[in-house]
Structure formats: C-alpha cells, structure tokens
C-alpha cells in the first residue's frame, strides 16, 4: 500500500512538473507573439538603448493622418482650408516608396530591390523608402555631399533636418511650417519597423521577452543583434558615367529586367508627363531617343542621366534625380539599354 502510495505521489509530482514547464512554454509563445508586435523602439529602450534624438513618445493619429497627407499629395486640410503646397513640382512619392522595399531588411542589393518591388507592385525609385525612416539614424549618406554640400552637415543625424532639406531643396520646394512636420514625425512613426518584420531568431525572441534576466554585457550583445537586422542609414555611392570603351550597350544584357526598369522607373515619371515635361512611352520613338544618343554624354544618354540626372531649369523646376550605385547597378542599366535598343528596332 505504501509503494502504491509513493508511486502515485511521484506521478503527481511528475505531472505537477509537466505542467508547470507546458505552462512556461505557452506563456513564452504569447509572449513572443506580443514582442513581435511591438516596435523595435520600445524593445531597444527597455533593453537600456539610447533614445533616438527624433523620438516621440505617444502617437497622435491624427496628426500622423496629416503627415501622410503632406507626403501623397504636398498639401491638407487645415482650419477648413487647403494648406499652401509644400512644391509645385514634387510630391514625396515622386521619389520614395512608402513600404518595405526589400524581404530582407539588411540588403541594399539593387537586383533584390527590383525583385520586391517585382513581386510587390512596388515603383524602382531614386529614393530610400520612407517606411522605416523613423528608424534610422543616419541621412544624406555617402556621397549626397557633392549634390548638396554643407547642407548635409546639419541633416546626416537628424531626421528633421533631413526632411526639412529634402523639402527645401529635392522638392524644389520650402521649408516646412512646424506644424507640417511635427506631422510628418507623426507618420513617420505610425510606419516604424516592428520586431515582426526582422529576421531574429526564435532564441533572440526569447532572450527579449526574458530580457530582466540579462546581464548588461548580454543586453548589449542582443541590442547589437536587433539592430544589425535593418539598415541604419542607407548607403549613397555616386558614379562617374561610364566611359564609352566600358559600355556594353546592352550587349548580355537581360531585356525583361530592361522593361521592368523602365517601366518601375523611367514610366512611373515620364508616362504622359506626370512629373517632367518629356514624355515617354514603350513605342519606338522613345527607344530610338535615346538609342541615338546613347554614345554621347548628353542628358538623353541613359549612361549620364542615370548617373547625374539632370538640372532644373528656369520655367521647369522638375528634374531627374540621379541613381546611386545601390539603388541601380551597372548591370540594371545595361539591362535597361538591351530593352531600349529593343524598342528603337521595333517594327
């Protein structure tokens, strides 16, 4: 009677045990559901990172709701009155798209770029994506101070600054009120970069949602760990134009990606003078433009107005803005030129 007992009490002990770790285990699940919604913002700052010097604590969506306003379409609502246009040319969608551009929030690999924006109905654009931008630390990266000089001492760590110069100077347009951006810091926040949308592993999810147990040394190791997941501040590499001796002028080159570009990027702008002055289309015209002038170093050379862009001009403020290196790379442009030369050759 008394082994029955025993064993009988050591069942319940094992079974208490089981449990209790079946009961961790489902608490640490819907824990790790609730940090993947969380934003990674909140988890650096618990985890004893500094804040951002753009930060905002508490959301107001009805500003953000402006923000977003401002950035479509240059202008709201206001005191029941449209507000004076930010730019008579641009808008920010005009250069940037306002989601995720890449799968994987580390590259800046432009053939993965085109491949997102491929499966996602996305435009190829000059521009970083704004979705994020909250995030990072870092603006007018790399070689924007030969196009902007100076200017870019006061924006490369502020994301105000930053926004203020674009709106000034790529828009071809003003500074803004500060009540427009104080808006648009809204948006930028309402689009921040949550844990779910980093590639962490499920160990790292862990460490976060048991983050009081660490040390400071392991704090710091998993800080490390989140922000090598995203880009920081984008990468800007101007290039030269190529010299002729180097251009393939399509040769090799892959035709579907040429169309894709040209109808992601050159179209987006150019179809039926959206944004420029020049119209474009996929009719041979347009393809032999370009085709004739594609030895020259003249602005209807895609070897230099991809890589310069162009000026505006008195009566046309619109311009093009060029394309970095990570934004198209040589072989895309040679990608570009097989489709044009294509097109030249129609029929």
């Not at 790790?32 to 990674?40: E, G, R, Y």
């Not at 790399?142 to 105000?160: C, F, H, I, T």
């Not at 930053?162 to 930028?188: D, N, P």
């Amino acid at each position: 009677m008394n082994r029955l007992l025993l064993i009988s009490f050591f069942s319940l002990l094992i079974t208490g045990v089981v449990t209790s770790f079946s009961w961790r285990a489902t608490f640490e699940n819907v824990e790790k559901v609730h940090v993947s919604l969380t934003s990674i913002e909140d988890v650096l700052y618990r985890l004893g990172d500094q804040k951002m010097n753009h930060t905002i604590n508490e959301l107001d969506l009805e500003k953000a709701k402006i923000g977003e306003d401002l950035i479509y379409f240059g202008r709201t609502d206001r005191k029941g009155k449209k507000s004076k246009r930010i730019s008579a040319y641009f808008v920010c969608t005009d250069c940037h798209n306002m989601s995720s551009e890449y799968s994987d929030l580390k590259s800046q690999n432009p053939s993965e770029r085109l491949a997102y924006a491929e499966n996602n109905g996305l435009k190829f654009l000059p521009g970083s994506t704004l979705w994020g931008i909250y995030n990072r630390t870092s603006f007018y990266n790399g070689d924007y101070v030969q196009k902007y000089g100076e200017l870019v001492d006061d924006a490369r760590n502020s994301l105000e600054n930053s926004t203020q110069l674009c709106a000034k100077y790529c828009s071809s347009g003003r500074h803004l009120e500060e009540w427009e951006l104080e808006a648009i810091m809204h948006y930028f926040k309402k689009n921040e970069i949550m844990i779910k949308d980093l590639n962490l592993s499920e160990d790292d999810l862990s460490l976060i949602v048991n983050y009081q147990r660490l040390n400071d040394k392991k704090r710091e190791k998993l800080i490390t760990a989140i922000k090598n997941e995203y880009v920081q501040g984008y990468a800007a590499t101007f290039l030269e134009t190529m010299p002729r001796d180097k251009r393939k002028y399509g040769e090799g080159g892959n035709v579907e990606n040429g169309k894709l570009i040209y109808d992601k990027a050159c179209m987006f702008c150019h179809e039926n003078k959206r944004v420029t002055y020049l119209h474009l289309d996929d009719g041979k015209l347009s393809g032999k433009m370009f085709w004739q002038n594609i030895k020259t170093y003249n602005d209807r050379s895609l070897y230099q107005i991809i890589r310069h862009g162009t000026f505006s001009k008195t009566g046309r403020k619109q311009y093009m803005p060029l394309y970095t290196e990570e934004k198209m790379s040589d072989a895309q442009l040679n990608d570009l030129v097989a489709y044009i030369k294509l097109i030249a050759k129609k029929k």
